[in-house]
């Protein structure tokens, strides 16, 4: 079964610094590659995903890249503001396969200091 | 529109009791997916129900159950409590079935039930 490891587990920066977290997985046939965002108290929110055929992506101040050959994809944050902090979560994903479920990494707490 | 609706949004049981979980997807989705996420960890899944039907299962022992009514609404059941059941459980909706691209899972708030 799918591997997913994401480096590093807590992550601290000062506001309007960026802040990359980085995704590793095992499973080749992963083709969807989603990141999370949980604040306290709420449920997983997509922020932003890219697809296998894809190997970057940007929204304003969110980004995702793609590395299939060394199967790992990150997120990166430009601009961090206090309101970014949350537990962020990347869920690599193989569509079309046995489960078609989302398989989580295990967290990286971000904390943005005003 | 709504989201995703869980309920109840807490829960204490003893050990050995069972509990029901309840969610209501977002109107219009059919799919439901279920996960347990213990604290520090990431979600981990249990179940996806499409159509009433089960179509994907999470390594978890048999005493977790779920199913999915007519309306799409869905209940997860879990028999014989243990204190490791304790965590936030998670429901998710999507549009689309399993399995298709361009389908997002959206997340409800999760009941947190504590086992004592």
């Known amino acids: 079964g799918e591997n997913v490891e994401q480096h590093p587990s807590t992550l601290s920066v000062q506001e309007g610094d960026s802040a990359v977290i980085k995704c590793t997985y095992s499973?080749?046939?992963?083709?969807?590659f989603p990141w999370y965002k949980q604040e306290l108290g709420k449920g997983p929110q997509l922020i932003i995903d890219?697809?296998?055929?894809?190997g970057e992506k940007k929204d304003q101040r969110i980004a995702v890249t793609l590395n299939k050959t060394a199967k790992h994809f990150s997120l990166h944050i430009t601009e961090t503001q206090p309101e970014d902090s949350a537990v962020y979560f990347c869920a690599p994903m193989n569509y079309g396969g046995s489960q078609g479920n989302l398989i989580f990494g295990k967290g990286t707490k971000l904390s943005v200091k005003p | 529109d709504a989201g995703v609706t869980q309920s109840p949004t807490h829960l204490i049981k003893t050990r050995g009791q069972h509990v029901t979980l309840r969610c209501s997807p977002i109107?219009?989705?059919?799919?439901v997916s279920w996960y347990q996420q213990v604290l520090g960890q990431g979600p981990q899944f249990i179940f996806q129900?499409?159509?009433?039907?089960?179509?994907g299962r999470g390594n978890f022992p048999d005493r977790f159950s779920a199913r999915q009514f007519p309306n799409y609404s869905s209940e997860l059941n879990v028999n014989a409590l243990l204190l490791g059941d304790s965590a936030l459980y998670l429901c998710?909706?999507?549009?689309?079935?399993?399995?298709?691209?361009?389908?997002?899972?959206?997340f409800g708030q999760g009941t947190r039930l504590t086992v004592v």
């Open positions: 129900y499409y159509e009433k039907e089960e179509r």
């Open positions: 890219i697809r296998s055929n894809v």
């Open positions: 109107s219009g989705h059919k799919s």
């Open positions: 499973d080749s046939a992963s083709n969807y």
């Open positions: 998710a909706s999507s549009s689309l079935p399993p399995r298709q691209l361009n389908t997002e899972a959206f």
